[in-house]
């Protein structure tokens, strides 16, 4: 599993709650990520950190916020969680975040809104 | 576990064959492959990658093979073992790009 821990492993929480959701990782790499998965869309990126207090956007960002305050930790915030945002979520780790190299990922958690 | 795909293509061989995913790439400006296993209830686990100056790179019981002319990518996978049993993604970058980005998978089952 690469050093990484996700956590929780599952949430169930109500529509318009703000939820948090905690990557750890062990490895001292720069780059963090966070991946949603859902059935008929693959992997898709929504945040990702090229470093302490530097993130950026992904593809699908709309409602989400990250921080990054050490090394270790990438915190995935939904601020009012919708029934959309039902998903897997992943985080992924990444040594030197060149486009050309692999990424890592934890075994996810699985949120779900209702 | 999770479901990563309800509908996903599915390739069923006997345990001992050799297995063949195959993954058709889109954008002619991708230059890096890469294959990842998906366990039920797990991440995707990364086996193998190639860039595109090679047209065949050999792991342990794994090799990919690229063609670009016709932009596809497969997986083999010999003497295949129940534990293969998974979810397989294909994923292609270029350079510039801020990500992979992930095909939709195929569901490997094994046969006893």
């Known amino acids: 599993d690469a050093g990484i821990t996700q956590s929780p492993r599952h949430k169930v929480t109500e529509t318009g709650t703000p939820v948090t959701l905690r990557c750890h990782q062990t490895?001292?790499?720069?780059?963090m990520y966070w991946y949603r998965q859902d059935p008929g869309h693959g992997l898709r990126l929504i945040h990702y950190?090229?470093?302490?207090?530097?993130?950026d956007k992904g593809e699908v960002s709309d409602g989400y916020s990250v921080s990054r305050s050490k090394t270790e930790d990438f915190l995935l915030t939904l601020e009012s969680a919708t029934s959309s945002q039902t998903s897997v979520y992943f985080c992924?780790?990444?040594?030197?975040?060149?486009?050309?190299?692999?990424?890592?990922f934890g075994n996810g958690t699985r949120l779900t809104v209702t | 576990g999770e479901s990563v795909g309800l509908h996903l293509p599915t390739l069923s061989v006997q345990e001992g064959d050799n297995s063949i995913i195959n993954c058709a790439y889109s954008?002619?400006?991708?230059?890096?492959f890469i294959w990842y296993k998906q366990e039920s209830g797990k991440g995707p686990q990364f086996i193998i990658d190639?860039?595109?100056?090679?047209d065949k790179r050999q792991g342990q019981r794994v090799t990919v093979l690229l063609n670009k002319t016709v932009k596809h990518l497969s997986l083999q996978i010999a003497a295949t073992q129940p534990g293969d049993s998974a979810v397989y993604f294909c994923?292609?970058?270029?350079?510039?790009?801020?990500?992979?980005?992930f095909g939709q998978g195929t569901r490997l089952t094994i046969n006893p």
């Open positions: 950190s090229y470093g302490v207090k530097d993130t």
């Open positions: 994923a292609e970058a270029y350079r510039g790009a801020q990500k992979l980005v």
């Open positions: 954008n002619s400006a991708s230059d890096y």
């Open positions: 190639i860039r595109s100056n090679m």
């Open positions: 490895e001292n790499h720069r780059y």
């Open positions: 992924a780790i990444s040594e030197s975040g060149s486009y050309n190299s692999p990424l890592h």
